[in-house]
Structures are given as C-alpha cells and as structure tokens.
C-alpha cells in the first residue's frame, strides 16, 4: 500500500469524532481527520461555547469550549493528521481501499472511514453586504486563525454573539480599534461577557448592520453600516471585518454515497457498521437498528469506541475487538 493511505479516516471533528481519533491512536492506526470547519469542536464549539454541560460523564460541570480544548488534547495526542476547512463530498470504493473527495479537490485514501458528521457540515453564515464576497480572505475574515492578524488595525466585528463577543473582548487589547454591529439590542452571549464589552473600548453600535464593503481590490478599506430603524448611514474606515453572523449545518452530499440513510441518519448495525464494508458510522449521525435515538456526546463517545475496535479489526483481521482496558494498554 502507498504511504498515503491512512487506516481509518474520520469525517468530522464534533465530539464523536475526536474521541474517535483518541481511539484509533490507541489502537495505532494510521488516522486522519477531516472537518468542514476551520476548528474543531463540532456543534459545542460552534452553537453553545459558552454554556455549562452537566452530563459528560466524568465532569459534574463542564462550560463547552473547555471540553473542546480537553476533547483536542486527547483526540490529538497521537498525532493524527488533522485536515481543517475541507468538506468531504464524495465516496468511492477502489481497489479494496475507499477514496474521499473534497470541495478544495483533495483526494484522501483510507482503508475504513468513519462518519462522525453530526448534524452535517458546518459552514459560517456569510454577510450578505454588496462587496462582501468579492473581499473574502482580503480583509473580510470568519474564522480568527490568528488574532495577531488585526494587530494595529481597524477592525470591524459583526454580531451579536457569543464568538462576537468573545472576540471583541480577546482582540481589543492588540487591535488599535475595534467596532462592534449588531442588529439588535440583546445579545445571544454570556451575559458577563456583554456586560465587559459595555464597559471595554469597543465601539459597540446597536440596530446597526453593514451595507457596502469596498477596498482598494487587494484588501477591504471601508464598510457602510446602517441604523435599520432610521436607515441612516455611517462609513467607516476599516482594515479587517470579522463576521459572527453564525453557522448552518448541511449534510449535502452524503446522502449521495451510496449509504442506507433515514431521514437525517445514517443505518447501522449494532457494531457501527453500515452498508458498506469499510465505513462506520457514529454520533447524532448514526441510527443504530432498534436502538432508541439519543443525541448527546456521551452517546458519540461510545458508539466511537465500538466503531473504532471494529474497524481496527475490519483493517487488520489478526487484531481483537477488544483490545483490553486503556489503563493495562498505556504506559
Ligand atoms: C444548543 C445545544 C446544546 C446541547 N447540549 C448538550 C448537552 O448538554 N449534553 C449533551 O450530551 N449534548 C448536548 N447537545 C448535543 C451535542 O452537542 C451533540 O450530540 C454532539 O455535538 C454530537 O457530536 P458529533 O461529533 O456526533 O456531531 P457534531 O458535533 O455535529 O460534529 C460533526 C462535525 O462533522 C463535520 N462535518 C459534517 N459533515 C462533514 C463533511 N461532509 N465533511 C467534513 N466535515 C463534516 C461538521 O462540520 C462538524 O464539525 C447540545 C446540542 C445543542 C445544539
């Protein structure tokens, strides 16, 4: 087999998916991880960062981004190779391996995959403002992949919530100016969050949206905002906008790989398997024959650990299922 063909490829890095990939670096396998998302996290990072769970096992509490960052830790700590920001669109079985397509039009090779895709795709709301699109990655920005991008510069943030606010408040130390829009006057953000940013430097403007962004063809220069009550119009000297307008999650072209599907689930049997050998299924994607419908992380966490032992066994047949207790298996 060519170096480039991965063990087991993992389709979404939500909850079920990095456990997952902890999993199958236990079981040293050759793994890779592949989410639409510029981040991982799935739904907890991008829907609720800023709320508490209390029902992950081994945490009386626990407020969401934390378990990301503990979810990463653990998921990663093998070294799987993490592809970020692409979506998987195709599926095919060649030669006794399974080829992966993408929207960036990267092929990925495996030998057993794992749909870990939750509720599908997620992809950011985008800003509907004339000019926005023409200036994507030339100034208009939705993920921070580096915060020291808008170091000296004038920044716009759009939005109301938590990731909104969370980075006006984390940027506005580096930034030299920060203005925030929102088009509403309550925020969907941790209340102690909103109430810091009232008091910080940012410029907040309520009722306010974004008209026009214009620039000098090679980055963004000026946005028009609005008061949508009196319409009125303010242009703004701007270097950066951040848009925190949301997310919308799709499971698109899955549906065309040849998968029994239900609904918005994936079929599977009692060992996370679905119709087609090689591919496993597991999370809020998976529906189990005659099991009862729980979408939870816990739920995800289990139904990985069983996906995973039987695709370990499924890519070498000499390995056991069970391959004992972590605690006898690590050092
Ligand atoms: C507001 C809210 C509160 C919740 N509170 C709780 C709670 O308190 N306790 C609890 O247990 N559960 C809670 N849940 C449910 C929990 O978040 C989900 O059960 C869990 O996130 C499912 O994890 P997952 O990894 O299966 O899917 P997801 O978290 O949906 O992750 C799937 C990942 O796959 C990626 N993906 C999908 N399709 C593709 C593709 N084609 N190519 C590449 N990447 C792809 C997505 O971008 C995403 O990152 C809550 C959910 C919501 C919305």
């Given amino acids: 087999m060519p170096d480039d063909v991965y063990d087991l490829t993992i389709v979404g890095a939500g909850p079920t998916g990095l456990f997952a990939a902890f999993y199958a670096g236990l079981r040293q396998m050759k793994t890779k991880v592949i989410d639409a998302l510029e981040q991982p996290g799935g739904q907890v990072a991008v829907l609720y960062p ?28 093998y070294n799987p190779t993490v592809v970020l920001g692409e979506r998987v669109t ?9 080829e992966l397509g993408t929207d960036k039009g990267t092929r990925h090779v495996t030998k057993a995959v794992l749909v870990a895709a939750g ?52 940027i506005k130390d580096i930034a030299k100016k920060i203005t925030l829009v929102h088009r509403r006057d309550v925020f969907r953000a941790h209340e102690g969050s909103v109430a810091e940013l009232m008091k910080s430097s940012v410029d ?45 999650a799709d499971l698109g072209p899955i549906k065309d790989w040849g998968l029994q599907i239900d609904g918005r689930e994936i079929r599977a049997n ?37 996906a995973v032992n039987v695709a370990k066994a499924f890519v070498d047949p000499n390995s056991k299922i069970f391959p004992g207790h972590s605690s006898e298996m690590k050092k």
């Fill in 204 to 248: 907040v403007k309520l009722f306010f949206e974004v008209k026009s962004v214009s620039g000098d063809g090679s980055n963004v220069t000026q946005a028009v905002i609005y008061d949508n009550r009196s319409q009125a119009e303010t242009t703004l000297d701007v270097d950066a906008i951040l848009v925190n307008i949301g997310f919308r």
């Fill in 50 to 77: 800023e709320k508490y769970i209390f029902d992950v096992p081994g945490y009386s509490k626990i407020l969401a981004k934390d378990l990301v960052k503990c979810l990463v830790e653990q998921g990663f700590q």
């Fill in 270 to 306: 009692g060992k996370m398997e679905t119709s087609i050998p090689g591919v496993f299924v597991a999370g809020d994607i998976a529906g189990p024959q005659d099991g009862v419908k729980l979408n939870l992380i816990a739920t995800g966490y289990a139904q990985a650990a069983m």
């Fill in 119 to 170: 509720v599908g795709a997620f992809s950011p709301n985008r800003l509907e403002a004339k000019g926005a699109a023409d200036y994507e990655g030339k100034g208009v920005y939705y993920f921070v992949k580096d915060k020291g991008t808008f170091k000296g510069k004038n920044l716009l943030i759009v939005g109301g919530g938590d990731s909104a606010v969370d980075w006006a408040l984390n």
């Fill in 90 to 98: 195709s599926m095919h079985r060649i030669n006794g391996t399974i």
